[in-house]
Structure formats: structure tokens, C-alpha cells
């Protein structure tokens, strides 16, 4: 019995200290996990890490290019055209917004520590880090894009890489040549330029050749069309401090003629062809010729200046220039044409009075001598009554000169001329033909020199018209054909 009760007591004594050693053995195995924990290293936090790569602590120095004192750093450059503004002849420049994106390598901050292969910083991180000084050669006006924030991307390979890209608004000198404007195409380049860094610390080179120059699709220009073919090459600067890296683009922008055929060629053609209506209007009114005459020629004038209002003063001919100088003159011969008819229509009273100064001169008598013996210097009506057979008979040549209605009341009038003796005493040098072969002889030259006027009439009707068809011809074959094969052929 006393054995049995020793045995239970030793067996109940060892079940109350099993389970007390339980919870010893867990509390140790924790404190042994927290121990394995902190011998582990542990991550880096992005704010350590950007303070190591390219902080205070870090030994990064901004004001030192990559490779000092070693090669160049080579910057690999490409642009994205996200919009083509306003192309402007008067100053010559044109307005572009592009996404400019450069990457080069800076062995400085190349990492391992990090997890991720890139690391996209926020815009401020610029100030920390070296950057090319890249400018644009041919800039007359350029602006940064601050809305919402700065429009700026920062971006860092783990090998060293690093990705600038920024928004710009620039305004960029184009030299035009405008000889064929309206038809012409225009190239304008865009040159990136370093500023301060020779070849021997940097040097800019295009992206592949199908990726160095992108466009946005849809993009649209209101009188250009922007063609495929970019031209990208090196300009390289040389300068009394050194040779600079300098690399080029070059856009070939075709212009559209839509808005100046509407606004000038239509117009101005319709003008010309208003002012051959004067052909078909009866030479007599010469108001209404005159004043259509005039009027085309102020108008076509006023079209003239409207055409360069908007282009710089060249000193060249422009094909526009050809264009309404041509329209000017078919407008001012067609009035100089009627002034033409008016002065062949009337060239029958010139004649008609030479031929009067011609009998005049035949006359024995003195020219001053009148009716009766009275000299004087009046016309012959007042002298008629009582004056002889022949004297009678000039006068009345006068009188059906100065009444009739084919000839001007200004002419001068022949003076009544009577021999020295009366009548019967001596008979007349000088014998004028009857009245009616004066009439018949006057109106065959009136119809004669009427007739001539309207075949000059007739034949512009034929000839102007044809002519300017001739000029069309060869103006749009010249501009639109010849000129336009010349640029293409031109690299």
C-alpha cells in the first residue's frame, strides 16, 4: 500500500510540472524568431534609397557632366508633334507644340538596391540631377506647360538611363520662298542645338529613323498639308569657342489653294470677263463704258492690294503677283479698246474739216474779205442776202457743214468770199461743189470710219477672250505642273 501511494504521488507530481514547461518553450521560440528577424537586412524605404542615390549623402554632383573628363555623353533625342499651329508668311515662323524626350546614360545612378527596373520621379527631382543644355537654334518664342503641374517626366533605369521628356510651345523661324505662292511648298526645320557643352562633352544623335520624329494622328493644318518625307540630319555649329553637336529636322508643308481660288483667282477672273462686256454695249454710250471700264479697274486694283495685304514685301515676283498684274491689263485695255472705238468714230469730222481748210486755201479772194465788200471775220449766214452765184454756193456748203447733225457745231466755219467786182463783172477762180455731193461725201465717211470702229469691237470680242485662255494655259501649266515637278525633284 505504501508503495502504491508513493507511486501516484510521483506520477501526480509529474503532471503538474509537464504542463508548466509548455509555455517556456513558446515564449523562447518567439524571441528566437524576433532575433532571426533583425539579423535579416531589411528594405530600403524610396526616400532613403532617393537620398543615397542622388542626395546630399550620396556624393552626387549635378554641375558635373557623366564621364567627366572621359567620352562625350551621347543623348539620343525624338519628338512627338502634338499640334502644327499657324503658319505665318508676314513674319515667317510657324507655331508647334511637341512632347521633346532625351535619354542618356549616367553611370552615377545606376542601382541595385531597388526592386523596380524604372523609377518615375516627380519633376522636382530635375534640379538634382545633371541635364543636357539643349536649346533650339532657329526659336524666336517659346513657353513651358505648368497646368495641372509642371508638364515634365523624369524617369531612371537601373543600368543608369535616364528619360527627360517635356512639353513646349515653341515659335520657330521658316525662311519662305514664295515665288510660287499660292502654289508652293514650303520647308521648315527644327534644329536642336547644345548651348554651352562641345562635341567633346556631348553630342546629340536621333532616335531610329521611325521613332526620332512621331505626329499625332488627326492632325490637321488649315491651309498646309503636312507631307510624310521628314528630312532628319545633323547641322553641326561651328563657332569661334568651339564645335557644337547641333541635329535637324526637316518638314516639307504642301499649301492648299482652296481658300485663294475662292477669295482671289475666282473674283479676279470674273472681273476681266465683266469688262468684255463693254463690247457688246452700242459705242454711243459712252457713259455706260466708261463708267464699266473704270469701275473694273478700280475693282481689280483693290483685289491687287487685298492679294498682298497678307505677305511680307519681297522683292521678287510671286505667282499671285503674275496673276492679277495679267487680270489688271486686260481690264485697262478693254477701256483703252473703247477709247479706241470713240476716237475712230469720229476721225470723219476730222477729215471732213481738213478737207474744207483745203478748198479755203484754193480761194482768190482774201479769206477776210466778206459779202459786198465788208471785211470780216464772222461766219457766212449773216452774209448771204444779195451776195453773187458762187459765194451763194460756199456758203451754203457751210451752212449744211454747221447744221448737219454728223458734225460738231465747234468746227470752224469758212468765211463768205465774193469777187472784187459785182456780179457779172469778172467770173470766179474758184467753184465749191454742189451741196448734195458735200451731204453724199460726208455720210459715206461717216459710215465709213463707224464701221471701222465696230470691227474693232467685233475683233476684241474674239481676241481678248482667247487671249486670256492662252494665258491661263500657260500660267497654270508653268505653276501647277513645271514649277510644282522642280520643288519635288529637290532634296
Known amino acids: 500500500m505504501g508503495a502504491l501511494r508513493a507511486g501516484a504521488l510521483a506520477f501526480l507530481l509529474l503532471g503538474c510540472l509537464l504542463p508548466r514547461r509548455g509555455p517556456l518553450r513558446l515564449v523562447s521560440g518567439r524571441e528566437e524568431i524576433k532575433a532571426a528577424s533583425r539579423s535579416l537586412p531589411q528594405p530600403m524605404s524610396p526616400s532613403d534609397f532617393l537620398d543615397k542615390l542622388m542626395g546630399r549623402t550620396s556624393g552626387y554632383d549635378a554641375r558635373i557632366r557623366p564621364n567627366f573628363k572621359g567620352p562625350p555623353v551621347n543623348v539620343t533625342c525624338n519628338i512627338f508633334i502634338n499640334s502644327f ?3 505665318t508668311e508676314t513674319t515667317m515662323d510657324y507655331r508647334v507644340n511637341v512632347f521633346l524626350r532625351q535619354q542618356w546614360n549616367d553611370p552615377r545612378l545606376a542601382y541595385h538596391e531597388y526592386p523596380d527596373d524604372s523609377l518615375d520621379l516627380d519633376p522636382s527631382m530635375l534640379d538634382s540631377i545633371w541635364k543636357p543644355d539643349l536649346f533650339f537654334a532657329n526659336e524666336k518664342g517659346a513657353n513651358f ?4 503641374t509642371d508638364n515634365k517626366l523624369l524617369r531612371i533605369f537601373k ?15 521658316c525662311p519662305m520662298d514664295l515665288k510660287n ?8 526645320a527644327m534644329q536642336l542645338e547644345s548651348f554651352g557643352y562641345t562635341m567633346n562633352d556631348l553630342i546629340f544623335e536621333w532616335l531610329e529613323e521611325q521613332e526620332a520624329v512621331q505626329v499625332a494622328e488627326g492632325l490637321t493644318f488649315p491651309q498646309f498639308i503636312l507631307r510624310n518625307e521628314k528630312d532628319l540630319g545633323y547641322c553641326t555649329k561651328y563657332y569661334n569657342t568651339g564645335k557644337f553637336t547641333c541635329i535637324e529636322v526637316r518638314f516639307h508643308l504642301q499649301r ?19 469688262s468684255w462686256v463693254s463690247f457688246w454695249i452700242n459705242m454711243d454710250a459712252a457713259p455706260a463704258r466708261v463708267g464699266l471700264g473704270i469701275t473694273t479697274v478700280l475693282t481689280m486694283t483693290t483685289q491687287s492690294a ?15 503677283d503674275i496673276w492679277m498684274a495679267v ?11 473703247y477709247a479706241a472705238v470713240n476716237f475712230v468714230s469720229r476721225q470723219h469730222k476730222e477729215f471732213m474739216r481738213l478737207r474744207r481748210r483745203q478748198r479755203r486755201q484754193r480761194m482768190v479772194s482774201p479769206s477776210h474779205h466778206c459779202c459786198h465788200g465788208h471785211a470780216t471775220t464772222s461766219p457766212c449766214s449773216p452774209c448771204t442776202i444779195g451776195a453773187p452765184a458762187d459765194s451763194l454756193s460756199l456758203c451754203q456748203e457751210e451752212e449744211l457743214v454747221r447744221e448737219s447733225r454728223f458734225y460738231l457745231r465747234g468746227y470752224g466755219l469758212g468765211q463768205c468770199l465774193q469777187p472784187k467786182d459785182r456780179v457779172g463783172e469778172g467770173p470766179s477762180i474758184y467753184s465749191p461743189p454742189p451741196a448734195s455731193v458735200l451731204l453724199r461725201e460726208g455720210e459715206s465717211l461717216r459710215r465709213y470710219y463707224i464701221d471701222r470702229a465696230k470691227r474693232i469691237d467685233t475683233i476684241s470680242r474674239a481676241v481678248f477672250p482667247f487671249t486670256f485662255l492662252v494665258f491661263n494655259i500657260f500660267y497654270w501649266v508653268v505653276y501647277k505642273v513645271l514649277r510644282s515637278e522642280d520643288i519635288h525633284s529637290v532634296p
Open 181 to 188: 505662292f499660292p502654289m508652293d511648298i514650303q520647308t521648315c
Open 145 to 148: 506647360h505648368e497646368v495641372t
Open 306 to 320: 487685298g492679294s498682298r495685304a497678307s505677305l511680307p514685301k519681297v522683292s521678287y515676283v510671286k505667282a499671285i
Open 159 to 173: 543600368n543608369g538611363n535616364v528619360l527627360y521628356s517635356i512639353r513646349l510651345t515653341l515659335i520657330l523661324s
Open 256 to 274: 492648299q489653294m482652296g481658300y485663294y481660288l475662292i477669295q482671289m483667282y475666282i473674283p479676279s477672273l470674273l472681273i476681266v470677263i465683266l
Open 85 to 87: 499651329g499657324s503658319v
Open 327 to 337: 487680270c489688271l491689263v486686260f481690264v485697262f485695255a478693254a477701256l483703252l479698246e
